[in-house]
């Protein structure tokens, strides 16, 4: 990528960005829509997982869509509008989703996008310290990242489930930036979705960078991006 001695921080979106988006979040939705309408009696999966912006039929998410950056309380809370729409109580969605509602595994479907612990270490000896942005929860997280031995590079992690405003809004940088002792000036936000890269320049970092490894292409992140990199592995000099 070139010179990071400008920087002192690189904050990071989790999926897409880090770890493989549809080998966490794709097969899941699927399932869970499937679960959702076996238990209602009803033909809801394709209007949740379309109101989630997944098409089963060809697999893809979309970059703007719900299931790219809303936090898992907003996912469930869309899952029992689509249900409550399908003229079910609020009684027998709230009994549905207690049962049937589920996390992705953290741990098996945690698939990394290049070699982590590598990336993290060039990181550190570049003089950086390394945050994490997700709109996925904080416990989840902390799980995938001890899995992959990640934990230790990690200076401080903010996740949706902390009461603190989610992307895009600037509000997770902010608050990173000051944990950590560093201005947003001095900081590089990495992800893959436009409210990751939206989420940077509303905060004002130093450098927006988009990945192309998660669900969004060139077109539709450079409106926002001061680099577009194929990878999180083409950071290191």
Known sequence: MGD???YRLIIFDKDG???DFHA??????????????AAAGKPVALALLARLGYDPATGQIAPDGRLAHAPMSVLRQE??????AADLTAAAVDQIL??????????????????????FAG?????????????DDRAPTLAAFNNLGLTGYVDALVGADEGI????????????????????????MVGDTPADVQMG????????VGVLSGLSDAATLRPWADLLLDSVADLLP
Do not use: F, Y
């Not at 990181?123 to 709109?135: E, H, P």
């Not at 405003?165 to 944990?179: E, F, G, T, W």
């Open 4 to 6: 990071l001695a400008a």
């Open 17 to 19: 960005t880090l770890l």
């Open 24 to 37: 966490m979040w794709g097969g899941w939705a699927a399932a869970l829509a499937e679960r959702l309408a």
């Open 79 to 84: 899952s029992a509008a689509v249900l409550q």
């Open 98 to 119: 207690q049962l049937n509602w589920t996390i992705p595994d953290p741990v098996t479907t945690a698939v990394p996008l290049t070699n982590l612990p590598h990336l």
């Open 123 to 135: 990181l550190k000896s570049a003089g950086l310290k390394i945050a994490v942005a997700t709109s």
């Open 165 to 188: 405003l989610s992307k895009p809004a600037p509000d997770m940088i902010v608050h990173l930036c000051h944990q950590l002792g560093v201005a947003p000036g001095q900081t590089i």
């Open 201 to 208: 320049r509303a905060a004002g970092v130093g450098l927006v």
